[in-house]
């Protein structure tokens, strides 16, 4: 087994996600795509990138967007447009609400549909869905997640959470409204309908969304790597995701990636190098596992070139 | 005069149903109100983020509406009964008018 796969142990869960999380520019799909290649020689592996510039496509010399597409044995990937799912999930509330209330139509006041795609939560509402199926998915051993940008990613992270907490409140109204219901109905001797479609439908999303809590904080089922660079702002996004997956989620990256590190010369011909010393020496002493890729002179433009990078990987901090 | 008692006995009776049935209606009167204000609070909660009241996320809202589908009906007569109050006044007080 590969040191990389050895230092995202343990590695249960069926499918076990892994998290790829980082600034925009710092190396995401390249690190989703080197784990991936290492996690197939243990199983079916599905790469999926949210990332909106779909440099994966590039990457992998695919002409177009996909569902899934098998790249090479046990390595399957898909590019998804959060974006346009946005707007289907949008088209599909828009029909619903035309259909609930009619008289919207009648008032000319349809244009309020078409204004739902700017509602706050869909960006993030399309990718916790999608999170929620890729749990229950039977179909892959692993799920590597090139995830969108940061700021939709954690609030995603923090969804299951919020929604459980309002989830339990409208439950506790509505489990009132239904009692009430039974005994006005029993006492005055009509007919008692006990089941009630909110409700159920209440404890349906309370089910979905505990599940993916669950998962969410479980490191046997949910690995996160995080990637930076040595520079300020991707050190600064690395520190607020940890910060961030210890306060809202109870639970740390398994694995710190420092990708383009300049070699000495170069970091002393741009007068970068003491910056990147002392970022790199921050780096190190942040506590799990963690490594370091340099940085190469050609940046990665095919699968062939990330694979490369396996064999320059230094393991900074190991099991 | 076991007639006459008779009589007291089945007023007695029909005393204590009566007043049993007023304590029901009663009851039942208080029942309704609580159902009713915390339908209103339901809905309120479920409809508020689509126009604008951010009670909660409007993802859940949106995603509870179907199951909202007959409470929706009602809540859009009573909008078309409230033009005019007076009558859904006298509606609401029952009996015939």
Redesign the interface.
Known sequence: MSYLVELLKPIEGNPHVIMVLGKGGVGKTSTSILISSELRSLGKTLLVSFDPAKHILKYLSISKPADVLEVSDNFFVSQLDIEVSARELTSRYSGLISDLFPSLSVLNLEDITKALKYAPGVEEEVFLNWLSDAYESKNFRFIVIDTPPTGISLRTLTLPKLYLLWLEKLINIRERIVSLRYVIAKTLGSEVKVSDPALTKLYKMRERYSKVKEALTNPSRTSFIVVTNPEPLPMYELREVIKFLDEELSTSPKLLVMNKVLPKDIAIELGAYEEQKAIIEEFMSLPGRSIMIPYVSNPPSKLEDILRLRDVVSVVKGV | MFKAFKKILREFVNFVKGVNQAI?ED??SA??L??NE??A??LT??LG??VGVTT?????S????????N??KIL?SRAVRGEDVLADLMASLGGEW
């Open positions: 029901v009851s039942v029942l309704e609580e159902h915390l339908e609070a339901f909660i479920v983020p689509l909660l996320s409007p993802v859940l949106l995603e509870l509406l179907e199951a909202l589908r409470e929706i859009e």
